[in-house]
């Protein structure tokens, strides 16, 4: 996700929402997208440790888009597959 084109613009065809990781349930990184220069960044561990700055921050950006909050939960397990997929709707 660092890496840039000739004219230094990180990833500029590629377009993601905030992105929070999560490990051992605690969040670890939270990463996002400026919206002027596409740039992939990283917010500070203080920000991320704020969880429910976190979650304010989901709410505002599903509402102004609007769109329900939602997270996709990923669970390495014993299943067949080797991950469970958990699609976590705050509407539900």
């Known amino acids: 996700i660092w890496a ?11 377009h993601i929402r905030n992105t929070v990781v999560v490990y051992k349930g605690l969040p670890r990184h939270w990463f996002f997208q400026k919206p002027e220069s596409h740039n992939i960044m990283k917010k500070h561990s203080e920000t991320v440790k704020n ?17 329900p ?13 080797g991950v469970t997929v958990n699609i976590l709707n705050e509407a539900e």
């Open 4 to 14: 840039s084109d000739d004219n230094g613009n990180c990833c500029p065809l590629v």
């Open 51 to 67: 969880k429910e700055g976190i979650l304010n921050k989901f709410r505002r950006e599903c509402q102004q888009n609007g769109v």
């Open 69 to 81: 909050t939602a997270a996709i939960q990923l669970a390495i397990d014993d299943s067949p597959d």
